[in-house]
């Protein structure tokens, strides 16, 4: 009986902890500032980190341009990349988005003439960011009215040849 009312006890000493930390967590977070950074992080990658200073504060309207859809790239062993590459842009900018547009051809050019050199191996052991920073170079170099400072990569898949 005494193991009960122990037990007892440290449940509920436990779930009025846990509700005194929610409502704490709630209070701080309806008077502090609207705007302000995260109180703490866990990690943090180059990518978002360059991301945030290069349109904080600047535009609260980005967006993620995948006007390039999904790529297949034939590999120099006669296997194919499945790619999908895409960047933010300010929605603000409608001369910079209508020049992404007039250049999406160039763009799936650009990414097909880096990969393509490339065998299946080589690829599983790609520097995924130097890759990232060789196309965007690329990419940059034929934009005018703007730039873009990062990209992302998804749906990279690599499909073997049957040969």
């Known amino acids: 009986m ?5 037990t007892y006890s440290i449940l509920l000493l436990l779930a009025c ?11 701080y977070a309806l008077v502090r500032a609207p705007g302000t950074g995260p109180v703490f ?4 990658s180059d990518e978002t980190e360059q991301a945030e200073q290069i349109f904080l504060g600047v535009n609260d309207d980005i967006r993620v341009f995948s006007g390039l859809g999904r790529l297949r790239i034939p590999l ?12 933010p842009y300010s929605a603000d900018d409608t001369a910079f988005m209508e020049e992404l547009a007039g250049k999406i051809g160039e763009f799936r050019a650009a990414a097909a003439d880096y990969f393509s050199s490339l065998t299946a191996e080589k690829l599983i052991n790609l520097d995924e960011e130097a890759a990232k920073q060789e196309i965007l170079k690329k990419y940059n170099a034929g ?8 990209l992302y990569f998804s749906d990279m898949m ?3 040849s049957a040969f």
């Open 2 to 6: 005494k193991i009960l009312r122990v």
């Open 17 to 27: 902890t846990l509700i005194a930390i929610l409502i704490t967590g709630t209070i």
């Open 41 to 44: 992080q866990l990690g943090k």
């Open 158 to 160: 690599i499909i073997e």
């Open 76 to 87: 120099s062993n006669s296997s194919t990349l499945i790619l999908s590459i895409a960047f």
């Open 143 to 150: 934009l005018r009215l703007g730039r873009i400072h990062t």
